[in-house]
């Protein structure tokens, strides 16, 4: 059984940040990739950014700049600084992990509870 806990979304003005934090938590062997994706009303779920086992970070056009996105392999967490939010970053934002269980050994892809970001203009 693997767990994602996410936490630090929240209301924010235009300009402001907010930190996301998403640790996963079980019978992990290996963490191929975490990141998160977000979903605003009415739109489809789009990926925002993700860290490869590597330490390779891809991140959205849209946030590029903004928000960065850092990872502590001791605590299988991910992190996420998003600066200069604006209105457009409103949406509820899920962590997802990519990884591989200890039993059995099989890559699985998880997702989080969900997290709402708000940002007021």
């Known amino acids: 059984q693997v767990q994602l806990v996410e936490s630090g979304g929240g209301l924010v003005q235009a300009g402001g940040s907010l930190r996301l934090s998403c640790a996963a938590s079980g019978s992990i062997f290996s963490l191929n990739r975490m990141g998160w994706y977000r979903q605003a009303p009415g739109k489809q779920r789009e990926l925002v950014a993700v860290?490869?086992?590597?330490?390779?970070?891809n991140y959205a056009d849209s946030v590029k700049g903004r928000f960065t996105l850092s990872r502590d392999n001791a605590k299988n967490t991910v992190y996420m600084q998003m600066n200069s939010l604006k209105p457009e970053d409103t949406a509820v934002y899920y962590c997802?992990?990519?990884?591989?269980?200890?039993?059995?050994?099989?890559?699985?892809?998880?997702w989080g509870q969900g997290t709402q970001v708000t940002v007021s203009s």
């Open positions: 860290i490869f086992s590597g330490g390779t970070t």
């Open positions: 997802n992990a990519v990884l591989i269980t200890t039993i059995p050994r099989r890559e699985y892809n998880y």
